[in-house]
């Protein structure tokens, strides 16, 4: 498997429009776009940061992951997204090695990426995702 680099980080908030003024206000980054996925139950807002993103996620269901999430640990940094080279050889090796797989093969993310999640049980309770652009 070959790890290209960090991606993105997630981050899980209950208004993408509140809580980019931080973001874009304070840091000064720049809102990419948003993008709602809908058999993900989320929209999402990049800020580019260099070569990696920062990724804002807010639920378009009360009953969706990132609701769920917040619910569950409030807001805050969601996961951790590592761009590899080929996701399905990736998630083939990961898997051979006994890594536990919340993804068995890759689904369409936001943006068209080819993405796939690790279980955070075997991560040390980070969620993890691989990417494939």
């Known amino acids: 498997m070959k790890i290209l680099k960090i991606d993105h980080i997630g ?3 209950s208004s993408i429009d509140e809580k980019k003024n931080f973001w874009i206000d304070a840091l000064g980054l720049q809102l990419e776009g948003k993008e709602t996925v809908e058999e993900q139950k989320v929209t999402t807002a990049f800020l580019p940061v ?3 993103e920062v990724e804002l996620l807010e ?3 009360k ?3 990132i609701a769920k999430y917040i619910e569950k640990r409030g807001e805050g940094i969601q996961h951790v997204a590592f761009r590899v080279e080929n996701i399905e050889q990736a998630l083939a090796e990961l898997k051979e090695k006994g890594i536990a797989l919340i993804d068995q093969t890759p689904r369409i993310g936001a943006g068209g990426a ?4 690790l279980h955070p049980k075997a991560t040390s ?3 993890v995702e691989l ?3």
């Open 125 to 127: 309770g980070v969620l």
């Open 63 to 65: 009953d969706g992951p």
């Open 131 to 133: 990417c494939e652009r």
């Open 11 to 13: 981050i899980a908030v």
């Open 114 to 117: 080819k993405i796939a999640f």
């Open 50 to 52: 260099g070569e990696s």
């Open 59 to 61: 639920s378009t269901s």
